[in-house]
């Protein structure tokens, strides 16, 4: 059973930075399209950036220059560097990866962890 497990939200200022973690359990993720998603308080949930298995990367416009999705396969990890925060980045994050890149759905979900951008 594959399972994704997220980690390093938290309370950060705006302007400052942070980095997101995402290990998978079950499953070696090189052929896997992993992705960030997040979801605010009465919004819908968004995608805030995905990574390819061959490393090809795409951004939602409004994090594009600031934050960077990777991946290290030989640790089964995928992350998120998130810099020049801003309190409408406020969220629980969730990662997310398929089996394949030309998946039509995410399969597996990681439990989300909490990003909040406030003075």
């Known amino acids: 059973q594959v399972q994704l497990v997220d980690s390093g939200g938290g309370l950060v200022h705006p302007g400052g930075s942070l980095t997101l973690s995402c290990a998978v359990f079950?499953?070696?993720?090189?052929?896997?399209?992993l992705a960030w998603h997040r979801q605010a308080p009465g919004k819908q949930r968004e995608l805030v950036a995905a990574i390819s298995s061959s490393g090809s990367t795409n951004y939602a416009h409004s994090v594009k220059g600031r934050f960077t999705i990777f991946r290290d396969d030989a640790e089964n990890k995928v992350y998120l560097q998130m810099s020049s925060l801003k309190p409408e980045d406020t969220a629980v994050y969730y990662c997310?990866?398929?089996?394949?890149?030309?998946?039509?759905?995410?399969?597996?979900w990681g439990q989300g962890t909490q990003v909040t951008v406030s003075s």
């Open positions: 997310a990866g398929a089996s394949s890149d030309y998946a039509d759905e995410y399969a597996y």
């Open positions: 079950g499953s070696t993720i090189s052929f896997y399209l």
